[in-house]
């Protein structure tokens, strides 16, 4: 469904990005992991068209994606949310959702019931008047995931959508997580909760300072040496083994 | 645009519909010019406020160059009559056409510019038509401005008494309300107020707000000139102060402001405020006072900045919604 | 610099300026006469930009009523020329300080409400202020023209002849010169302060991250208060320089504020050198085309070279790109 070729992307001298290829297929639950500053934001602003990378392919559903804006991107069924959430903060949570179901719905009427169909969904049927700057974090989150669910992907980005979660609200993520998996959408997942991800991917990716670590399964990865290098050091890794 | 919308405004309709059938029956029976010349006035700054406020309310993009788009409706349409004797009825669209154009380009340039910048960017822009207007004598008569000598004639959009301009002013300030309205509860509507939220967001949904952002500036250039070229066949006169030059910017702007920005009837509102008390002002004090009365709406404009910037039906419209859930 | 086959002479391209024909001379002095016009016109315009670039770098707001505050001052140097028989390069040092207290005033009572609310109030403020103060103006003290003339000022300085460079006498407007020489040495002193000072450069670590420079203790409020007024006082001891030289009346801020828009969309928001530079550009592009085609050209060639900028590089010179465009998204990691 998605092949990504050899990107790379620096900001001024600073690079961030470097060969960075992968696959996903359609139905699987992909890991993006790394530590900090590792550049999975940013791989996932290049995949959704808001930067663009100088070298190298992203070919999804085998139509390419170089040089489409971030509107054009959406149409064509890959959508993405933001780590630090953007919700439309002067309308409602329905009216929000509403946003992204009109790419596809025809009229207002359409889109109203496609959005509150995907507000009872993810969860947030009882805050739909809401205004959208009145939501909680983990509301606000959500909210992130019901827009994003509202323009039908077919690949969906979640840029950390677990952060600043107590148990109880990641365990509801985890179940959203795994229900939209079922109705059939593609995820890629960016997050820094090891153990949820271990238990929702297929695949993880890892990657470290803008270069691929490994990928694999996530038994795989957790025993990789050099995983456990970049997360926890080398001193550990000498430690350990 | 707010929690609904749609219920609040059906109590809001009964009132609406209301006063239009007072404004629409209320001048037959006015026989004082003076009043009707109010109204007049109320509805085509009504009207142009209106304009104003799609490209500066719900697009959030603040300009401070319509003054320009009025100005190029009342000079196209004027000297299209003038010259070729183009009835008034035509060249209102072909000024519009013309500053749809104006306006798309101006877009196109400057819609990437933060908020601030883009403000400056319209101001210049205004600016430039402004000297235009005043340097290309041969074409506009410079300061000295232009009449028209016309006889009172449908073909010529010239009428002998007050009440035709009453409700053709009445049917432009209704139409232009009516686009808003049209465009807060259609897929446009939506999609300005996403891009106005947060623009990167909008995008992410697949909102093409490059698209979205030249038709809201396309509505607003197009109307701001019908204003302009109703308010010449009005007056038989234009001169560069009276259409064109920068107060005219900070007057409409000022309207919409008070009235209520990014809502419907704000801009009406705003109008019929300011129209009487102008009024009232220019009669107690005539021209011996000049610019007090741009001294006036210089304080209301910062006060209601710091104070109440959602405008005087935008705090309705946000206690009825507070309250609006709960009713539902 | 021009051609030299205007004369008959066959010597070698080393020749001395007298042997360029009459006209030869003439040109090279009406083109370095320009010259200098247009760079001591431009420090002008230099100095009184460089407050309106330091707010909108700083704060991000564009002050509307700069202008204005321009007007004041010179209406300020006017009145105590004209009722105190003070010096206007002395007056500096009371209408500075006049101005000072006054962006003092006016952040403290009306923009800083402004702060974080909409774009719509922070334009509209200073919009509101700028008509007030206008108009104020036009009420009180009417439209008249005013100006000031200074009597040792009056009498143009005449420079040269360089016969090696093949100029001829060039004049110099002596109100002008000291302008351009304060304006300047202003200029310099307040980009070491910028530069070098630790106030400077907790105002600059506030223009390039607000929420880092919060996070570090510093007060934004104060910082903001601080840079409107310094913004206020260099516009103002521009005011006083320039009243020597030119026209007061209740508009002619709006007439230098859009010079002053040019200057700072040219320089890049936010950058001192930048205005300094693209005032002095600013001001030889305006003598020149004053001089090749037309006073009234000027107003058309600010706008040109507005627009280029704009669709060229809208950061301006010196401006960082992407300054002056729409929030964009932030890439975390």
Not at chain 1, 40 to 69: C, H
Not at chain 2, 44 to 49: H, L, Q, S, V
Not at chain 3, 63 to 79: D, K, V
Request: aromatic letters at 12%; glycine letters at 10%; hydrophobic letters at 50%.
């Amino acid at each position: 469904m998605l092949q990504v070729r050899d990107i790379s992307k620096s900001f001024g001298g600073n690079v961030v990005l470097s060969d960075v290829s992968f696959d996903i297929n359609s139905g699987d639950v992909v890991g993006l992991i790394g530590p900090n500053g590792a550049g999975k934001t940013t791989l996932f602003n290049i995949l959704s068209g808001v930067y663009r990378s100088k070298t190298g392919r992203i070919k999804f559903n085998g139509q390419s994606l170089d040089r489409l804006k971030p509107e054009q991107i959406c149409k064509r069924g890959l959508c993405r949310t933001f780590q630090i959430t953007k919700p439309f903060g002067n309308i409602s949570v329905t009216q929000n959702v509403m946003v992204g179901a009109l790419i596809r719905a025809g009229s207002l009427k359409k889109a109203e019931q496609k959005a509150l169909e995907i507000l009872e969904f993810v969860g947030l049927y009882d805050k739909r008047d809401t205004l959208g700057r009145s939501l909680t974090i983990a509301d606000r989150k959500r909210l992130e995931i019901a827009r994003g669910l509202a323009t039908q992907p077919r690949l969906l980005l979640l840029d950390e959508v677990m952060a600043g979660l107590n148990p109880q609200e990641l365990s509801e993520v985890k179940r959203l997580i795994e229900d939209i998996r079922h109705s059939g959408i593609t995820l890629f997942i960016i997050e820094h909760i090891m153990g949820v991800m271990m238990s929702l991917s297929d695949r993880i990716i890892v990657l470290d300072y803008g270069k691929m670590l490994c990928e694999g399964s996530p038994d795989s990865i957790s025993c990789d040496p050099d995983v456990i290098k970049a997360y926890l050091g080398e001193e550990y890794l000498a430690a350990t083994s | 645009m707010k929690p609904s919308t749609k219920r609040t405004d059906r109590k809001h309709s009964i009132w609406v519909w209301t006063a239009l059938a007072v404004m629409v029956i209320c001048p037959l029976f006015i026989k004082n010019n003076y009043y009707l010349d109010g109204f007049i006035l109320i509805f085509m700054w009504g009207a142009f406020a209106g304009a104003w406020n799609i490209l500066s309310g719900y697009a959030g993009m603040t300009s401070l160059g319509h003054n320009a788009f009025f100005g190029i409706g009342a000079y196209t349409s004027t000297l299209l009559f003038l010259h070729f004797g183009l009835t008034p009825w035509l060249g209102m669209f072909a000024g519009g056409f013309l500053a749809m154009t104006v306006g798309l380009l101006v877009g196109v340039v400057c819609f990437r510019l933060r908020s601030h910048y883009f403000a400056l960017a319209t101001l210049a822009f205004g600016e430039v038509c402004s000297i235009l207007a005043l340097s290309w004598r041969s074409l506009t008569g410079g300061a000295e401005g232009l009449a028209l000598p016309i006889e009172p004639s449908l073909y010529n959009f010239a009428f002998d008494s007050k009440l035709p301009y009453v409700y053709i002013g009445l049917a432009l300030c209704a139409g232009v309300t009516g686009v808003c309205y049209y465009i807060e509860n259609s897929k446009l509507g939506y999609y300005l107020t996403a891009f106005k939220e947060n623009e990167a967001a909008a995008r992410a949904l697949g909102v093409n707000t490059g698209r979205v952002r030249l038709t809201a500036m396309a509505l607003s250039s197009f109307l701001s000139a019908i204003s302009g070229t109703f308010y010449a066949q009005y007056v038989v006169y234009i001169d560069p102060s009276s259409v064109i030059r920068l107060p005219l910017s900070v007057q409409v702007a000022l309207f919409a402001i008070v009235g209520g920005v990014g809502t419907v009837f704000g801009p009406i509102i705003g109008a019929a405020i300011f129209i009487p008390i102008t009024i009232a002002l220019r009669g107690w004090l005539g021209t011996s006072v000049t610019g007090l009365y741009m001294i006036i709406y210089g304080v209301i404009l910062i006060i209601i900045m710091l104070y109440m910037p959602d405008g005087i039906y935008g705090k309705i419209k946000n206690r009825l919604t507070a309250a609006g859930p709960a009713n539902s | 610099m021009r051609a030299r086959s205007r004369g008959t002479e066959k010597e070698s391209p080393a020749i001395s300026a007298q042997y360029f024909s009459k006209k030869d001379t003439v040109d090279l002095t009406i083109f370095t006469q320009l010259l200098i016009s247009g760079i001591l016109l431009g420090g002008i315009y230099a100095l009184s930009s460089i407050g309106l670039t330091l707010i909108f770098g700083v704060m991000k707001i564009v002050n509307f009523a700069h202008g204005e505050y321009l007007m004041l001052a010179m209406y300020a140097t006017f009145w105590l020329f004209t009722l105190t028989g003070m010096d206007p390069y002395v007056s500096i040092f009371v209408v500075g300080p006049i101005m000072f207290a006054l962006g003092w005033v006016s952040y403290r009572f009306f923009v800083r409400h402004t702060i974080g609310k909409s774009h719509l109030a922070q334009i509209f403020v200073t919009v509101g202020i700028s008509t007030v103060i206008q108009n104020v103006v036009l009420l009180f003290w009417s439209a008249d023209f005013r100006t000031i003339s200074l009597a040792y000022a009056r009498s143009p300085i005449v420079i040269g002849p360089f016969p090696a460079l093949g100029v001829e006498e060039l004049i110099v407007n002596p109100a002008r010169l000291i302008a351009f020489v304060l304006g300047m040495g202003l200029a310099l002193i307040f980009y070491l302060f910028i530069k070098k000072s630790y106030t400077g450069k907790v105002i600059r670590a506030t223009s390039q991250d607000r929420s880092t420079a919060l996070l570090m203790g510093i007060n934004i409020d104060r910082v903001f208060m601080l840079t409107f007024a310094i913004g206020l006082l260099m516009v103002g001891v521009a005011g006083a320089l320039m009243m020597p030289i030119f026209t007061a009346h209740p508009f002619v801020g709006f007439e230098f504020v859009l010079i002053m828009f040019v200057v700072v969309v040219l320089g890049g928001m936010g950058s001192i050198v930048g205005a300094v530079i693209a005032g002095l550009f600013i001001g030889v592009l305006e003598v020149f085309s004053s001089f090749l085609i037309s006073p009234e050209s000027k107003q058309a060639i600010y706008f040109l070279v507005f627009i280029a900028v704009l669709v060229v590089k809208p950061s301006g010179l010196f401006g960082m790109k992407g300054e002056e465009e729409l929030e964009r998204i932030e890439a975390i990691d």
